[in-house]
Nanobody, 131 residues
Framework: EVQLVESGGGLVQAGGSLRLSCAAS????????IGWFRQAPGKEREGVSCISSSDGDTYSADSVKGRFTISSDNAKNTVSLQMNSLKPEDTAVYYC????????????????????????WGQGTQVTVSS
């Protein structure tokens, strides 16, 4: 059974930090990009950040660049998202996702909600940033 299990969400004040983790199981992560989407109430889902298991290449949305850092532990099939300098607008449900990455598709194209391949998804974890 394919599973992506998120952990680390919670409530934090603006300017604070949280670390999200995603543990993948039930499939071979080779060739996949794994990372995070988020969805705030009343807003469309947004691709936040991802990392390629093949070469370690990363992508981050402009809205989080310089504040969020994604990393992976391939031996443990775990991807983490370190979120610093959090803002109230970062409040959302954060979903871990995994999508197979063709060498022809750049990560910024892969990590959009409308990409044809749905991939695998976790249940989501709530991040709330208070002002």
């Amino acid at each position: 059974e394919v599973q992506l299990v998120e952990s680390g969400g919670g409530l934090v004040q603006a300017g604070g930090s949280l670390r999200l983790s995603c543990a993948a199981s039930g499939f071979t992560t080779d060739g996949y990009a794994i990372g995070w989407f988020r969805q705030a109430p009343g807003k469309e889902r947004e691709g936040v950040s991802c990392i390629s298991s093949s070469d370690g290449d990363t992508y981050s949305a402009d809205s989080v660049k310089g504040r969020f850092t994604i990393s992976s532990d391939n031996a443990k099939n775990t991807v983490s998202l370190q979120m610093n300098s959090l803002k109230p607008e970062d409040t959302a449900v954060y979903y871990c996702a995994a999508r197979f990455k063709s060498p022809l598709v750049p990560l910024r194209s892969l990590w959009v909600p409308t990409y044809p391949e749905v991939g695998y998804w976790g249940q989501g974890t709530q991040v709330t940033v208070s002002s």
